[in-house]
């Protein structure tokens, strides 16, 4: 194992903002902070930042950046481009902060200290930018689509439950009750709060139906892009563009995580111990990257559901007296070592 300290001569933790970066130049020779400066986020300033970096450091330089898809993105492609290596780090929890307060000062320095001391191998580099970043904006638009289209939906079932519009709406209103909402015209008969109550209704519907193509569009460019990343992964059973879409984000390029073990852990379904006296049992693991375990998790239900091989395999486990979660999480690991060692070869 190499640590941090080992490898490179300073760690530079960088606190990102919409309007000014914080950097903090840390020695892992001595442990200090040798300085520490704020600069604009401007094209000027980043250069600025770089010179004032190349001025006090010499040797192997290692950049810690606070959220390198988000306020970190443009330093990252600058410092990556001048040479630099470049990691990703989470910003420090609350209950780091307590007793030390927060300013940007402080988070900089947290960045470049808090790695340290870390195994080499264990560091997160940035997401690859190019065809990766198109999916996740594919995937940043389809939820925001879902929410409003899901609002939507709400908003028509409260409306018709409110207002006697002529429809059943005992229960949620089908996709078929939906299409029949947005072709209403107005009725003669209807009072002034059934008019506007009607008006309001096909305007939601329409809405709803909208975000249902641009969904459908949204998907078909989602599976040919997975495609083009990963050929033939979207054909495993259970999975589809989404889920596809959710682990290429994730594992974003060969070397970006070291190992199958490592893949795991990001996705929160590394095994934990949950052990006590004579009953020796693992539990789920509920950190690391949600959308990855959400992927996980959506693969493994439907093959428990659907798949002959895996619904036999719970059938036996379940008969050795595990739970379902106990077998879902055991599935859930399997499944994220066999797309690993996928993704080793379809997506370098």
Same mark, same amino acid.
Request: charged share 25%; aromatic share 6%; proline share 3%.
């Given at each position: ?17 919409a ?5 903090a ?36 330089l ?5 959220g ?27 209950h ?12 900089? /320095?947290? %960045?470049?200290?808090? &790695?340290? =001391?870390?195994? $080499?191998?264990r560091?997160?580099?940035?997401? +690859? ?10 995937v ?47 009725h ?15 305007r ?13 569009a949204?998907?078909?460019?989602m ?5 083009q ?11 589809g563009?989404? /889920?596809? %879409?959710?682990?290429l &984000?994730a =594992?974003?390029? $060969? ?6 073990? +490592?893949f795991?852990s990001?996705?929160?379904v ?9 009953t ?10 949600r ?11 439907v ?21 379902y ?24």
């Amino acid at each position: 194992m190499t640590i941090v300290a080992e490898k490179y001569d300073y760690v530079i933790g960088i606190d990102t903002h919409a309007r000014t970066h914080t950097y903090a130049i840390v020695n892992t020779r001595t442990g200090t902070r040798e300085d520490c400066q704020t600069f604009p986020t401007s094209s000027n300033g980043m250069n600025r930042a770089l010179a004032w970096i190349t001025k006090r450091t010499t040797g192997d330089l290692l950049a810690a950046v606070e959220g390198t898809r988000s306020y970190g993105a443009t330093i990252t492609h600058v410092l990556t481009e001048a040479g630099l290596t470049v990691i990703e780090v989470k910003p420090p929890r609350k209950h780091a902060r307590a007793g030390v307060g927060k300013t940007d000062e402080i988070d900089a /320095t947290a %960045a470049a200290m808090g &790695i340290v =001391y870390q195994d $080499t191998e264990r560091l997160l580099t940035p997401r +690859a930018e190019g065809t990766r970043s198109a999916l996740n904006v594919l995937v940043a638009s389809r939820e925001r689509i879902d929410a409003e289209r899901t609002r939507n939906r709400n908003a028509l079932n409260a409306l018709v439950r409110e207002t006697d519009l002529g429809v059943d709406a005992r229960k949620a209103l089908t996709d078929k009750q939906v299409r029949q909402v947005s072709s209403w015209r107005e009725h003669p008969t209807d009072s002034v709060a059934q008019r506007y109550a009607r008006a309001e209704a096909i305007r939601l519907a329409v809405a709803v139906l909208d975000a249902d193509k641009l969904l459908a569009a949204n998907k078909e460019q989602m599976a040919e892009i997975d495609e083009q990343m990963a050929p033939g992964l979207a054909a495993e059973f259970g999975y589809g563009p989404v /889920t596809v %879409a959710w682990i290429l &984000i994730a =594992y974003s390029h $060969t070397g970006r995580v070291h190992s199958e073990a +490592a893949f795991a852990s990001m996705a929160g379904v590394a095994p934990l111990q949950a052990s006590s006296g004579n009953t020796v049992r693992h539990r789920l693991n509920r950190h690391g990257d949600r959308k990855l375990n959400q992927a996980v998790d959506v693969i493994a239900k439907v093959r428990m559901q659907f798949d002959p091989r895996t619904k036999e395999y719970v059938e036996k486990r379940k008969a050795e007296g595990l739970s379902y979660r106990e077998i879902k999480r055991i599935l859930k690991r399997y499944i994220l070592r066999k797309v690993f060692r996928q993704l080793r070869v379809l997506a370098p």
